[in-house]
């Protein structure tokens, strides 16, 4: 395992459309985070999943936006109806045991049109 | 999460070390203090952290105040892939998530 991959690194879409980003996790650990930064701030929580349960969720992930993790290994993050305040870098990250740092995978970076 | 407290920029001269400061005088008894940075267009690394004790790894060294409302991160010695975003953030036991603020911008200067 050399990380955490995140897929696709960029993407550009147009209001409206709907995007799924995809998150490979170290595979050992077993809990998972998604994060979204916008330019010139540190990242803002979104989600956490343990195994393929979802146990916490931001007010920030609005209906339009969907989480899972259907077998406990790579996750998903949809957003529905793309806005343009939707445009930022979303990180993705995973840790073995609650008290162990976090790695953060290079994030995809979305620009809604 | 308590709120931490960074100066937004500091410079360092290559091969000198840093002290980045964070201030987090309402820190609870059960929060951690945890570090990372952020190269650009990276996601963030895990530097360090800790809890009462003073910590050092390869990366770099954590001191804690005795009262621990405050830390410094110590980079011994300052290179050029040092230059990043660092955040300085409070965990508690009971959290699933951490609330990184803007963070210090490091720039070392060759």
């Known amino acids: 395992d050399t990380g955490v991959s995140q897929d696709p690194r960029h993407k550009i879409t147009k209001r409206g459309q709907n995007v799924t980003f995809r998150c490979d996790p170290i595979s050992e650990h077993n809990r998972l985070y998604w994060y979204r930064q916008t330019l010139g701030q540190g990242p803002e929580f979104l989600t956490y999943?343990?195994?393929?349960?979802?146990?916490?969720k931001s007010r920030l992930l609005s209906d339009r936006f969907s989480a899972e993790r259907p077998k406990g290994s790579f996750s998903t993050l949809e957003i529905q109806r793309t806005e343009q305040g939707d445009s930022a870098m979303y990180l993705c990250a995973s840790s073995l045991a609650r008290w162990d740092g976090y790695t953060f995978g290079s994030g995809t970076r979305l620009t809604v049109v | 999460d308590a709120k931490t407290t960074q100066p937004n920029s500091m410079e360092s001269n290559e091969e000198e070390p840093v002290h980045l400061p964070c201030n987090h005088s309402t820190i609870s008894g059960t929060d951690y203090i945890h570090w990372y940075r952020q190269l650009p267009s990276q996601g963030p690394e895990y530097v360090i952290h800790?809890?009462?004790s003073n910590v050092n790894n390869r990366m770099a060294s954590l001191a804690i105040a005795e009262d621990r409302k405050s830390s410094t991160l110590i980079l011994h010695r300052a290179t050029l892939r040092d230059a990043a975003v660092y955040y300085c953030?409070?965990?508690?036991?009971?959290?699933?998530?951490?609330?990184f603020g803007t963070g210090t911008s490091l720039t070392v200067i060759p």
């Open positions: 999943f343990q195994n393929e349960a979802q146990l916490e």
């Open positions: 800790g809890l009462t």
């Open positions: 953030i409070l965990r508690d036991s009971e959290g699933n998530q951490f609330y």
